[in-house]
């Protein structure tokens, strides 16, 4: 039975697309649920055809599938329905017709050979993986799992999945592994990204709600991005900050001198992690100078506190921290408190990755409120977020949050939920999942033993990554759920379950200024690959818990169940009917009530907090702070580099899976890994430019390209995080308050490579 099986998959293997006649030959042989499941999605098997809703005169749009900025394409079709091409949309409110490298590629990916075709199992004897069918790859995934599961308990198995996939998918996995299989710990790469946003705004402002809109960018007097690469990271974000007619004042906090702070009006060259005790120095300042909003203030609780607080952070016990000088400090704190100027604040990764990014989160959301840069245009403490669908995740995944914006730990909240689901109240676990670091650290334990990864490639990504090889001995079965086969994680798995990608689905993302946007099946997925929604419902179906997930038949349905689950909370979008309505309104942010009526449909940008009330129990903002920590691993006499790292060039994304299948974006980035040296130090250590050198922390080392550039400070090294050695070197450090990892600062040594 085995070798028919193995021999059915290797026929799929080598002839994709398959034929009809195999395609309904297969179909006839595999009668029943699982079959059932499987011919709900045209379009599947490589000559199936999209449904001709999505083929308005040729054209339909679609989000692009990378970063948080989350820009319309307009993607041309041909007859069959199938886009051949595509372009940036005009008059979309994010993009306004511009696209990034990225975006204008984003259908190159999807053609690679690298797609995974058909589900891959390792086989035990011999080590290799073995094309199988979705049958048998399915009886691998529910016998190895139910066996842990019932050996080990429901703490045995866990997942770790992305914010790159539509918010339906991510729901449904989150409520069929907590609701239905019943186990308990899952976390998403966005602990990796966001984790320190969203604890931030939870205990700032009572919910996590990023107030901004992308307006905001151009109506501000004073635009402060702090650790964030705009050039690079968010280019049209970018685009947007050149709009702003108000000539405004272009701050960029960054020990490196990036692309951003190059085209900033100031650059402060802040010591890495000199971010808290800078923040604190301009509060001190600013509150000194009495350069407040009464209005504002009144709108806080936890003031006093502060007060007595900061008076220990005068800019002079500050300079050495930051690297800045008294004069430095006190300027910046007198530009970002000017009365009667819209000051913004803006950060990504440079705060959030560190370990203590939460707390320097909440210094920019003080230093807002202080001065009343809060519910104005032009104003707030904002966090740009980083993946197509990271505010989905934060709202819909089901891991932190309880699933539509709740809390596992309220009574009140799971008995809404489990109503709204149609689903025993004891499905609904209390406790929270362990965090993606403790998850791991389960797992080198022996506690966790079944690891199932989806639309993430921890094995590239992950902090101290050459932990998670020796980990991969101790797990009994790794499960990757991927759109590639050749991934690092892919490459480690037992099972291999193919997925469908971008542009090969429906669904919803939701973007940094909180708008929700469709995504649409422009293309059949290769082989037998699936949508991970489709992929999910099989699995419900053969764990037995299909009956659970009955509704849940297709992405729009799912839609509409969270959509009602978010009634009465801050992300309320009970006012959407469903697709239509979001693509007509030119998507829509949240919050959207069946309230908002026809008013709040035609203001296509808001904000926030206009009204002064906040999500918490009393309305109020809370203020918080602690002092700052030592940085946990700084460099020293035998590591003496500080190494930074983070995105290369707008055209790579993250672990290259996708960016490195396009011809063209190949083009325009260097192939090899390089890392930026200061020029006294390149001098110093006797290296030119493109000479190797072996660069080394206390984890790892890697081999290097020298790029001699005076972007980075003597002492200082950047490494772009998209080549797979970079986090053999990397600090498992992290924030206690989200456990975000502190990716952006550890120690290492250099040395010149000899050539024999
Ligand atoms: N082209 C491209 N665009 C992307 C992505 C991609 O992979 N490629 N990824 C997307 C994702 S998921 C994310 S999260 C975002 C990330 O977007 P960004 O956060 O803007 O990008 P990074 O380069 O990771 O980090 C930003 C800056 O933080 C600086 N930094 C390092 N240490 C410190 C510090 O201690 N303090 C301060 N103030 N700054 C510091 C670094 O020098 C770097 O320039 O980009 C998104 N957009
Ligand atoms: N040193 C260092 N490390 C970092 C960072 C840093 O700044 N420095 N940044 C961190 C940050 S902010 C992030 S967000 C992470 C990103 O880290 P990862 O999430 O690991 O990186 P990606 O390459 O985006 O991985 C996404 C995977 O999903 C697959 N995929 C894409 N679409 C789909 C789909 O629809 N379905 C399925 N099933 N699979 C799909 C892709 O092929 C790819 O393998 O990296 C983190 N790592
Ligand atoms: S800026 Fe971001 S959303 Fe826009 S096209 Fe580029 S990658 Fe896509
Ligand atoms: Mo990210």
């Known amino acids: 039975m085995r070798g028919w099986k193995r021999a059915r998959g290797l026929l799929f293997w080598g002839s994709v697309p398959l034929i009809p006649a195999a395609i309904s030959k297969f179909l006839k042989q595999h009668s029943g649920p699982l079959t059932a499941d499987l011919v709900l999605e045209p379009g599947n098997f490589g000559l199936g055809k999209v449904p001709k809703r999505l083929m308005p005169a040729g054209t339909t749009t679609s989000i692009c599938g990378f970063c948080a900025t989350g820009c319309q394409l307009k993607l041309h079709l041909d007859d069959e329905g199938r886009a051949i091409n595509l372009s940036p949309q005009a008059g979309y409110p994010v993009n306004l017709g511009m696209a990034c490298p990225k975006g204008w590629q984003a259908l190159d990916p999807l053609d690679s050979e690298e797609r995974a075709k058909v589900p891959l199992l390792r086989d035990a004897e011999t080590g290799k993986m073995v094309p199988v069918g979705w049958e048998e790859a399915l009886d691998a995934f529910v016998t190895r799992f139910k066996k842990i599961g019932e050996e080990h308990g429901r703490e045995s198995v866990a997942f770790l999945s992305t914010g790159q996939i539509p918010f339906e998918e991510m729901a449904f996995l989150g409520c069929l592994f907590k609701f239905g299989m019943g186990f308990l710990h899952c976390d998403a790469n966005t602990r990796q990204c966001m984790a320190t946003a969203v604890t931030a705004y939870k205990q700032s402002f009572g919910f996590d709600a990023p107030p901004y809109s992308y307006a905001d960018f151009e109506e501000s007097d004073v635009i402060v991005l702090v650790g964030s690469n705009l050039c690079i990271a968010h280019p049209i974000l970018w685009q947007r900050v050149m709009r702003n007619k108000r000539n405004p004042q272009i701050i960029v906090i ?152 709740h809390d596992f730990a309220y009574p009140e909240h799971r008995e809404k939920v489990a109503a709204g689901l149609e689903i025993p109240l004891e499905n609904i676990p209390s406790e929270t999942s362990l965090a993606y670091d403790q998850i791991i650290a389960a797992a080198e334990e022996g506690k966790i033993k079944g690891l199932w990864i989806i639309a993430t490639n921890p094995f590239h990504s992950w902090i101290d990554s050459g932990r998670l090889e020796a980990l991969r001995e101790k797990l009994d079965f790794l499960v990757v759920q991927d759109m590639y086969h050749t991934t690092e994680s892919a490459q480690a798995a037992d099972l291999v379950l193919p997925a469908a990608g971008w542009g090969e689905k429906d669904g919803c993302f939701i973007n940094s200024e909180r708008r929700i946007g469709t995504l649409k099946k422009v293309r059949p997925s290769p082989g037998i690959a699936l949508s991970d929604f489709r992929i999910f419902r099989l699995i419900a179906n053969a764990w037995g818990c299909g009956d659970l997930f009955a509704k849940w038949t297709d992405p729009e349905a799912a839609f509409r169940i969270l959509r009602d689950l978010t009634k009465g909370r801050p992300c309320d979008i009970t006012g959407l009917e469903g697709y239509e309505m979001i693509d007509r309104l030119g998507g829509v942010q949240w919050p959207f009530p069946e309230t908002a009526g026809d008013g709040a449909t035609t203001a296509r940008e808001r904000r926030l907090f206009e009204d002064g009330i906040y999500y918490t129990p009393s309305g109020k903002a809370k203020i918080l702070f602690s002092p700052p920590a030592e940085m946990p691993e700084s460099a020293d006499k035998d590591y003496p580099f500080t190494l930074l790292t983070g995105r290369g060039t707008s055209s790579q994304w993250h672990t290259q899976s996708r960016t490195a299948k396009s011809d063209i974006l190949r083009k325009l980035y260097p192939q090899e890994i390089y890392v930026e040296v200061n020029p006294a130090d390149a001098a110093r250590l006797g290296v030119k430019e493109h000479d190797p050198v072996t660069i080394r922390s206390r984890r790892g080392e890697l081999v290097a390209s020298v790029y001699i550039a005076p972007t980075v400070s003597a002492g200082q090294v950047f490494l772009p995080m998209h080549y797979p050695e970079v986090n053999r070197l990397t600090h498992p450090s992290f924030d206690p308050h989200s456990r975000q990892p502190n990716y952006k600062a550890c120690a290492v040594v250099l040395e010149k490579v000899r050539r024999n």
Request: hydrophobic share 35%; charged share 20%; net charge negative.
């Open 254 to 405: 960054d020990p490196r001198a990036t692309e951003t702070a190059q085209a900033a009006t100031r650059h402060v060259k802040l010591k890495p992690k000199g971010d808290l005790p800078l923040l604190y120095a301009l509060t001190h300042c600013i509150l000194r100078d009495g350069r407040t909003d009464a209005e504002s203030i009144a709108r806080t609780e936890g003031l006093e506190e502060f007060l007595e607080f900061i008076g220990d952070y005068s800019p002079e016990s500050m300079c050495e921290r930051t690297g800045m000088s008294v004069e430095e400090i006190e300027s910046l704190a007198r530009t970002v408190s000017e009365p009667g100027k819209r000051v913004s604040w803006w950060w990504t990764m440079g705060v959030n990755q560190s370990y203590e990014g939460v707390r320097a989160a909440q210094a920019m959301i003080n230093l807002a409120l202080i001065t009343g840069n809060i519910g104005k245009p032009g104003t707030g403490a904002n966090s740009i977020t980083g993946q197509c669908n990271a505010m989905g995740s934060r709202l819909f995944s089901n891991t932190t949050s309880l699933v539509g914006g």
